[in-house]
């Protein structure tokens, strides 16, 4: 392997973990996100007052 083979696999290995690594964080805020999402719905459903047939 010569030197600018070397060069080029290297910096296409930084390249694909560069993207991975940014790939990967983009997908774990999403995830978050949509955990708080669903956390504040169940959140604001448990807190309603609950209607019952007498109250109509």
């Given at each position: 392997m010569s030197y600018a083979s070397y060069v080029?696999?290297?910096?296409?290995?930084?390249a694909i973990v560069l993207g991975w690594?940014?790939?990967?964080?983009?997908?774990?805020?999403?995830?978050q996100l949509r955990?708080?999402?669903?956390?504040?719905?169940?959140?604001?459903a448990r807190a309603r007052?609950?209607?019952s047939m007498e109250v109509q």
């Open positions: 080029i696999a290297a910096y296409a290995v930084f690594d940014f790939v990967s964080t983009r997908l774990q805020i999403l995830r955990a708080a999402r669903r956390r504040q719905s169940r959140d604001a007052p609950k209607r």
